[in-house]
């Protein structure tokens, strides 16, 4: 709707979790980096969290992206609510592990064959778990047996946890100790910061065709910072919107007013909708340039090819 009065070619700021419209910042950076490492270093447990919204999907579609091209085989859990048997039931499947026997036995013989096999071929299996706080403690304790899978050498099966805050607390159980003494990586996501934002928005218009002149002002920046607290997925949402009202009121600079008709209409500043709350606005210490910093243009270079060209 908007895309031609902003000669955009995509929508930059659908909330799906695109690794094309990746971002990185140092910690998103030192984040894939340690994943691959972990992965192609075959340490076997990995675990990445991070508050709702702060890109955990997205990194770990951009590191499947990357595992399609290194000879190895992935599956993906997303709904991990479920029974051990049903959980191990979706790992088989997502493998492409055939198994008629209902018995638990068998289904590990048969994964183990198959990991035997992609290790002998010189691949890699990974499983990768989002949404990892809502694993009961058994589920994870029948992760924790898919790590005994191994050579005497290198882990059969490398296995990454993505998940909220919650699975750290959950780990830190006693009864959960011999899982997290299996952790060898842990990574984390977090809001960015105000210049970050900056150039998180300029970098998303960018990769979806913007032209060079700004379409966010510096105050529009700030309110989006503010109402947002760096969360990405709130701030794609409030951009979203602050574009289709400007097409609306056909206004091609997007000002601090238009941000703050949004939050207001969304109700982004009230707590009982469990939005962030907006943060003072530092406009008074901060300037911020209209053009997009040197340094994003380079971060995200470094996030299409960098990360895995470090792990090998």
């Not at 997290?180 to 910061?193: A, D, G, N, S």
């Amino acid at each position: 709707m908007y895309r031609a009065f902003f000669r955009l070619r995509h929508n930059p700021f659908n909330v799906n979790p695109d690794p094309r419209f990746l971002y990185c910042t140092r910690a998103t950076v030192k984040a894939l980096a340690s994943l691959a490492h972990g992965i192609y270093r075959r340490k076997g447990f990995i675990l990445l969290t991070g508050e709702v919204g702060t890109g955990k999907t997205t990194i770990v579609n951009k590191l499947l992206e990357w595992l399609r091209t290194q000879n190895a085989t992935s599956a993906f859990i997303f709904h991990p609510s479920l029974e051990p048997v049903q959980f191990l039931d979706m790992v088989l499947a997502d493998f492409g592990v055939r198994c008629d026997s209902p018995l638990k036995s068998q289904k590990i013989l048969h994964l183990h064959k198959f990991l035997l096999e992609r290790h002998r071929a010189g691949g890699t299996a990974v499983l990768v778990v989002d949404e990892a706080q809502d694993l009961t403690p058994a589920v994870l304790e029948e992760i924790r047996l898919l790590t005994n899978l191994e050579t005497s050498t290198h882990k059969l099966l490398q296995i990454l946890l993505s998940g909220q805050p919650e699975l750290e607390e959950t780990l830190r159980r006693p009864e959960m100790r011999q899982v997290r003494q299996r952790i060898m990586i842990r990574c984390k996501t977090y809001p960015l910061t105000l210049e970050e934002v900056q150039a998180y928005i300029t970098t998303r218009l960018r990769i979806a065709g913007a032209p060079p002149d700004p379409i966010f002002a510096p105050d529009a920046v700030r309110a989006v910072h503010r109402y947002s607290q760096g969360i990405p997925r709130v701030i794609n949402f409030i951009c979203e919107h602050a574009l289709i009202a400007a097409f609306a009121d056909q206004q091609r600079l997007i000002r601090a007013n238009t941000i703050e008709a949004v939050a207001k209409e969304n109700e982004l500043d009230d707590a009982r909708f469990g939005y962030p709350q907006p943060v003072p606005d530092p406009a008074d210490e901060t300037l911020i340039s209209e053009a997009e910093p040197a340094s994003a243009e380079q971060t995200h270079a470094r996030a299409a090819g960098g990360s895995a060209t470090d792990a090998r």
